[in-house]
Nanobody
Framework: QVQLVESGGGLVQPGGSLRLSCAASGILFRIYNMGWYRQAPGKLRELVAAITSGGSTNYADSVKGRFTISRDNAKNTVYLQMNSLKPEDTAVYYC?????????????WGQGTQVSVSS
C-alpha cells in the first residue's frame, strides 16, 4: 500500500524556520513528481512548491525566496525548508505524489501536518 508520512510541523514565531519531511513508501519514488500543498481555514488548498522526478522546482509567488523544496531519492523523502515564516503561512501542509502512465493518473496524499506561525 502507498503511504506518505509527514513530519516536522509545529508552532513557530514569525521569522522562524521549520523543515517538513514526507517519507514515501509503496511507490517507485524516483519517478514521481512531488509537491507540497497547504490549506488554511476557510480557504482553498493551494500549491506551495513542487519538484519533478527530474529535479525541476516550482514555487508559489507567496513563498518564493523563503521556501525550498528538495528530494532525496535514496531516502524516498521530499522536504520543504521554510524560512522567514509569516503568520499567513499558517495552514495544514500536505504532501502529494503524482504521475500519469498511459492515461492513468496515480495521485497520492499525505495526512497533513499543522504549521502555525504566531507570536
Amino acid at each position: 500500500q502507498v503511504q506518505l508520512v509527514e513530519s516536522g510541523g509545529g508552532l513557530v514565531q514569525p521569522g522562524g524556520s521549520l523543515r517538513l519531511s514526507c517519507a514515501a513508501s509503496g511507490i517507485l519514488f524516483r519517478i514521481y513528481n512531488m509537491g507540497w500543498y497547504r490549506q488554511a481555514p476557510g480557504k482553498l488548498r493551494e500549491l506551495v512548491a513542487a519538484i519533478t522526478s527530474g529535479g525541476s522546482t516550482n514555487y508559489a509567488d507567496s513563498v518564493k525566496g523563503r521556501f525550498t523544496i528538495s528530494r532525496d531519492n535514496a531516502k524516498n523523502t521530499v522536504y520543504l525548508q521554510m524560512n522567514s515564516l509569516k503568520p499567513e503561512d499558517t495552514a495544514v501542509y500536505y504532501c502529494n505524489a503524482v504521475r500519469t502512465v498511459s492515461g492513468d493518473k496515480y495521485n497520492f496524499w499525505g495526512q497533513g501536518t499543522q504549521v502555525s506561525v504566531s507570536s
